[in-house]
């Protein structure tokens, strides 16, 4: 399945102008900072960064679910549904996304 495009652009038009380089992989489309990824838009929707930490409040938020890749689950990621992400919700995510992927070490 193809990546939804209209969300990827959306992505893109945010995360750009702060240094954020798009590439293709992953099935889709990832989002990197300092080579870090910090989200991708792929066939079941967007994934996002948010830390080990942030994993109890990213997944009390409504269309969050965490993110399972080859049946185990990403601690630190989480998949968003793509019906709950207007304007102001997609923000709020890619601002956690960038902070938590801010303080990794550059690759």
């Known amino acids: 399945m193809a990546y939804d495009e209209v969300l990827a652009g959306r992505v893109k038009e945010r995360l750009e102008p702060d240094g954020v380089v798009a590439k293709k992989m992953f099935g889709g489309i990832t989002f990197l900072l300092n080579g870090n990824a910090l989200a991708n838009v792929y066939d079941e929707g967007l994934m996002v960064r948010v830390g080990p930490d942030g994993m109890d409040d990213a997944l009390s938020r409504s269309g969050a679910r965490p ?41």
Request: charged content about 35%.
């Open 67 to 107: 993110l399972v890749f080859r049946g185990k689950e990403q601690n630190g990621w989480v998949v968003l549904a793509e019906e709950t992400l207007d304007d102001d919700v997609l923000d709020d995510w890619l601002k956690v996304a960038m902070e938590v992927t801010a303080e990794l070490p550059p690759k």
